[in-house]
């Protein structure tokens, strides 16, 4: 069964850190690209990173330098470590997997950053 579930959502401070955590299914893990969307208030969902199967990373302009992705294949787990965070990185964030036609999403979680 695909299933993407996400974890290590918060409250941080201005330009604290973060870690969230997307467990995948091995179908998923072990077969397509995962990363990481976001949505804030009233805004369109904006791609954050992702990660193909043999390890190749894609950051978005406005997280470069601060956000990194990884996986741990031991666990089928993807990690989004989040630096330097600002108010403006404040949204759900939700893991997803690229199955071509088809992007299978987790259930989103939420991450705050205070002023």
């Known amino acids: 069964q695909a299933q993407l579930v996400e974890s290590g959502g918060g409250l941080v401070q201005y330009g604290g850190s973060l870690r969230i955590s997307c467990e995948a299914s091995?179908?998923?893990?072990?077969?397509?690209?995962l990363g990481w969307y976001r949505q804030a208030p009233g805004k369109q969902r904006e791609f954050v990173a992702r990660?193909?199967?043999?390890?190749?990373?894609n950051m978005a302009s406005s997280v470069k330098g601060r956000f990194s992705i990884s996986r741990d294949n031991a666990v089928n787990t993807v990690y989004l470590q989040m630096n330097s965070l600002k108010p403006e990185d404040t949204a759900v964030y939700y893991c997803?997997?690229?199955?071509?036609?088809?992007?299978?999403w987790g259930q989103g979680t939420q991450v705050t950053v205070s002023s």
């Open positions: 091995r179908l998923l893990f072990n077969g397509y690209t």
């Open positions: 997803y997997a690229d199955q071509g036609p088809v992007i299978s």
């Open positions: 990660i193909t199967v043999r390890g190749t990373t």
